[in-house]
């Protein structure tokens, strides 16, 4: 079975950079890593995917290990708008693709 | 917008009473997916659809039922719903191609009296 693992929580101040942590350790070579944030009351929104190569988009940054075991979501300038919980997950092939969640990452953002 | 809609937002129903939750999507995407999150944990995937075709997971009790009757609506059911079984019921949607995201409602939290 596929496993995630983030750290329960981190804080970060505003306007600093954010640097979220996440462990795929069973990750297969055609799984992909997704990254989703959670508001309270919300559904996940998604943040950033990739496989290999680093992405880049217009919310983060997404550093993917050479081995792939690991991952790294970069949120580049907290904003309080950033406070949510970050959910890395492994997108599994299966009918389409399935996602498999980490327990998630509580993001902190102090003024 | 294009859109994921769940409903209702909260439901109440009673231990033992069958309950139904329902899902509609704008973006006619082929996969829809059903996830329960229970408080303060990540959501886990019930089962999914591709297409007509049902994936259920391994783990996923008797208890948890779900239709597709066309391409923009999606159920899950409860057959008899346990107090264990109280959480926020997550509707998803995506292209079947691992490069997009998925797209989540903002979900239904069910309570069981």
């Known amino acids: 079975d596929a496993k995630t693992t983030q750290p329960n929580s981190m804080e970060s101040n505003e306007e600093e950079p954010v640097h979220l942590p996440c462990n795929h350790s069973t990750i297969s070579g055609t799984d992909y890593i997704h990254w989703y944030r959670q508001l309270p009351s919300q559904g996940p929104e998604y943040v950033i995917h990739?496989?290999?190569s680093n992405v880049n988009n217009r919310m983060a940054s997404l550093a993917i290990a050479e081995d792939r075991k690991s991952s790294t979501l970069i949120l580049h300038r907290a904003t309080l708008r950033d406070a949510a919980v970050y959910y890395c997950a492994q997108g599994i092939k299966a009918a389409g693709y399935k996602l498999t969640f980490g327990g998630g990452t509580r993001v902190l953002v102090k003024p | 917008d294009a859109m994921v809609i769940q409903n209702p937002r909260y439901q109440v129903t009673q231990f033992g009473k069958p309950v139904t939750l329902s899902c509609s999507q704008t973006l006619n995407h082929n996969v829809m997916y059903w996830y329960q999150q229970k408080s303060s944990q990540a959501p886990k995937l019930l089962f999914h659809y591709y297409d007509k075709d049902f994936n259920n997971e391994a783990d996923t009790p008797d208890n948890f039922q779900s239709r597709r009757p066309n391409t923009s609506f999606c159920f899950l059911d409860i057959r008899s719903p346990g107090l264990g079984d109280a959480a926020m019921y997550l509707c998803a949607t995506s292209p079947p191609r691992m490069t997009k995201p998925q797209h989540f409602g903002d979900g239904t939290r069910l309570s069981i009296l």
């Open positions: 990739g496989l290999t």
